[in-house]
């Protein structure tokens, strides 16, 4: 393991352009619980609260579990050492982009400032009809479901639900980066999500070096990745930014 850290960091300081590929497994060590797996959420709360058609023909009833899940039980998640280590990757020039599947805003709260949300934001809601963006902070979440003080419509989180497309903004920027990515990590994401698994198999088909740091093996492990790190990213990031020195 430590001579595959001191391999990373030697590609990561040769590379002009590193991007970090995100999902789940980082924000696990912030007490985000993963949507999918053995303790996923979808094993307590029904998918349906969160698909597109039954949401603007139910709001008020998945907005009970709406709350619930990301305004009460995701309400006190802080980014973890994982998180900052790429925040300070990037301020030192040595990280171009974090691309994340996740929604939870931890890594711009741990101060990176690219960051490309393939799947939107939960600490912002928006209007349907008016297109008002609100953040969250300013909702009073003991009143449900949130309307729209100009039109009265309930407030939808501005994240991707089953059956609505990625964000074009996003989508495209998140693809630019890794067609110029020479090293890509992955990073807490099992691969099994498209169209965002197809991220990292643009960078590889690009020549980018593919960097996955999870526990276990996943989808990438024997398809794209070069160097595999097997431990939790709040344990190997910070050894690969003691390698970057």
């Not at 980082?26 to 303790?39: D, K, T």
């Not at 023909?57 to 009460?72: H, L, M, Q, S, V």
Request: overall charge negative; aromatic content about 10%; hydrophobic content about 40%.
């Amino acid at each position: 393991m430590e001579l595959l850290i001191k391999e990373s960091g030697k590609l990561i300081k040769q590379s002009k352009f590193t991007i970090a590929f995100t999902g789940a497994g980082i924000s696990v060590e912030s007490g985000v619980p993963p949507f999918r797996g053995a303790h996923g959420l979808w094993n307590k709360y029904d998918p349906q609260v969160l698909d597109l058609r039954y949401f603007y023909n139910n709001g008020a009833e998945c907005w009970k579990y709406i709350r619930e899940i990301f305004y009460e039980f995701f309400a006190d998640a802080r980014p973890n050492k994982a998180h900052e280590v790429l925040a300070e990757m990037e301020q030192n020039g040595l990280l171009q982009a974090v691309i994340t599947q996740n929604i939870d805003n931890l890594h711009f709260e741990a101060g990176s400032r690219v960051v490309h949300e393939f799947h939107g934001n939960s600490k912002k809601l928006k209007c349907p009809k008016c297109d008002h963006v609100y953040e969250a902070a300013e909702i009073n979440f003991e009143v449900i479901p949130p309307l729209c003080v100009d039109d009265g419509e309930i407030l939808k989180p501005d994240f991707i639900f089953f059956g609505e497309g990625i964000p074009q903004d996003a989508y495209a920027n998140s693809f630019e980066a890794a067609e110029k990515a020479e090293v890509c990590l992955i990073i807490g994401s099992t691969g099994e999500v498209t169209p965002a698994s197809f991220v990292p198999r643009a960078a590889k088909q690009r020549g980018a070096t593919i960097i996955e740091i999870n526990p276990e093996e996943t989808i990438f492990t024997h398809q794209i990745t070069d160097i595999h790190l097997k431990g939790k990213a709040s344990e190997v990031l910070p050894k690969i930014s003691e390698a970057l020195i």
